[in-house]
């Protein structure tokens, strides 16, 4: 049994530490700041509705570029899967003044624990999005699947390390998706613990790496804080 907690120890590590060292060398780095918050309703025994809200600070961008408000309505399907689907609200910002709004579609499938590592329990999740921007033409479209592993700090308890990637894939092109195939990948790496009851505080470094076609790759240094509340 010590075994093989060391060897998912000695894992973990190196997982890690490809958390950190997965992008390359970037031309151009950012130094950022995301706060946010999230509420999760339970409506019924199958139904569920969540709110979350993030503003996002950037030095390159000199202060406010962006505050995301999600709403999603979902239908768990059993053993830990839900079905949803909602709306994104996303206006963004240069140094605070108000630049261009999108609006995005969003559908997503969520896999709540579905495997055990080393002490640890994996979620999981695939969203696709249709994005729309006021005064540009087309439709963008994009998938994000995204991995999330947490494990406790010690036997039984509720503060755990957290590790999550999520690679953000254009499925086509428009006048400001102008790329396609891999956009970015954000790797996190965290603390989450509770502050009160169904009340979790979740917070770490978060690396942006940008994919640039035809030129220098670029990266964002994210300080992440979020507040998530389940009633």
């Not at 503060?159 to 990637?165: I, K, M, P, Q």
């Not at 999520?166 to 006048?175: A, D, H, Q, Y």
């Amino acid at each position: 049994m010590c075994i093989l907690q060391v060897a998912g120890l000695r894992r973990l590590a190196l997982l890690c530490a490809a958390l950190a060292i997965a992008a390359p060398a970037a031309a151009a780095d950012d130094s950022q700041l995301w706060t946010g918050g999230s509420v999760t309703v339970k409506l019924s025994d199958k139904w569920r509705f969540s709110e979350e809200l993030t503003a996002r600070f950037s030095n390159q961008r000199n202060g406010l570029y962006e505050i995301e408000s999600n709403s999603l309505l979902g239908y768990s399907i059993g053993h830990g899967v839900t079905l949803w689907a909602g709306y994104t609200h996303d206006p963004q910002y240069a140094a605070g003044d108000f630049t261009i709004m999108e609006h995005r579609a969003r559908e997503q499938l969520t896999f709540d624990n579905f495997a055990t590592v080393a002490g640890g329990r994996f979620s999981g999740r695939i969203r696709l999005e249709q994005r729309w921007r006021e005064g540009m033409d087309g439709t963008g479209w994009r998938v994000r699947p995204w991995l999330k592993y947490s494990l406790p700090l010690h036997k039984g308890g509720k503060t755990a390390l957290v590790l999550s990637t999520e690679p953000f894939v254009n499925l086509g092109t428009t006048s400001f998706q102008r790329s396609r195939g891999l956009d970015r990948v954000r790797s996190f790496i965290g603390i989450a613990t509770p502050l009160a009851k169904n009340l979790m505080l979740e917070g770490g470094y978060l690396n942006q790496h940008l994919f640039a076609h035809g030129g220098p790759d670029s990266d964002d240094h994210v300080a992440s804080v979020a507040l998530n509340l389940s009633l």
